[in-house]
């Protein structure tokens, strides 16, 4: 096993199944592209694995603010890229490796300014790039239905009418410009109880974070990039949090890969010629008990793993993998 080290400094995170990534993903060598910089670990894990360059894309300019000591010890092995990462294509023509940490950052959510936290106060704001439309703004305007979508499309929320109505009476009287008024809201349509594992808003918080960042369909085609920007033999890691982000992955991988799923699980694994990526035999990663204890934040997260062939890029339908479509925010 690849023994993880990194150096301690100050507000430095280590990122979420860091070890099995790097035992999947070696021998670490050429250029990757961090898609997700957050703190930095994949990053900075990266470059000390082996990694003659990274590109490290945040749509969130203070991401790099905050790491901007450590990015200055490392000189031009790492270039850092303000942007989305289904735009690699436009960074870097060609590249051996690719890794999707998905989902918030620490940062973001410790801080309460940025609205993303269900458990503090703050503006109801939840966006990563800071630019846009915020959360305040879907709540406020977007027609009931459409506010009922979201919530289930993108939170599995099964009182999604119900939380929907409450949000309309709601801003009927007053606008809902605060965490905590959202947090009144939900709650009063769930009660919260002891015995519930989850918050009652966690699910419609989450919901609302990637209708505003447009999380899923971003996803989808910082997935096409990777496969059209991966050299034959280059690695696509990707790293997700919850159910949504991780049926998404995992068809993909499934219409891209040379191993077929079959109806019948006793049957023998089907082989597809000339597909982009190859599955390693464990298709699936979770944090093991360890690292769940040192961070239980992690409990929810997956790591799925694939390698690049030479056959051509393939052309994709985004409904194939579920996709949800959400057209009109405001109708």
Known sequence: MTKVVIKNIPGFHVPVLLEPFLNAAKPVSGTWIDGTFGAGGYSKALLEAGADYVIAIDRDATAFKIAKDWLATVGDRIKTQIGLFSKINQYADRFDGVVFDLGFSSMQVEDARRGFSFQKDGPLDMRMSQQGISASDVVNNASEANLSQILLCYGDERKHRKIAQAIVRSRAKKPIVTTQQLVGIITACLPFKGSRRKHPATRSFQALRIAVNDEVRELAAGLIAAERGLRPGGKLAVITFHSIEDRLVKHFFQQHSCQASNANRYAPE???????FCLGKIKLISPDSREVAINPRCRSAKLRFGIRTDAPATNFDFQSI??????????
Do not use: C, R
């Open 270 to 276: 089907m082989v597809k010629p000339n597909a982009p």
């Open 322 to 331: 579920n996709v949800p479509k959400i057209e009109e925010l405001f109708q």
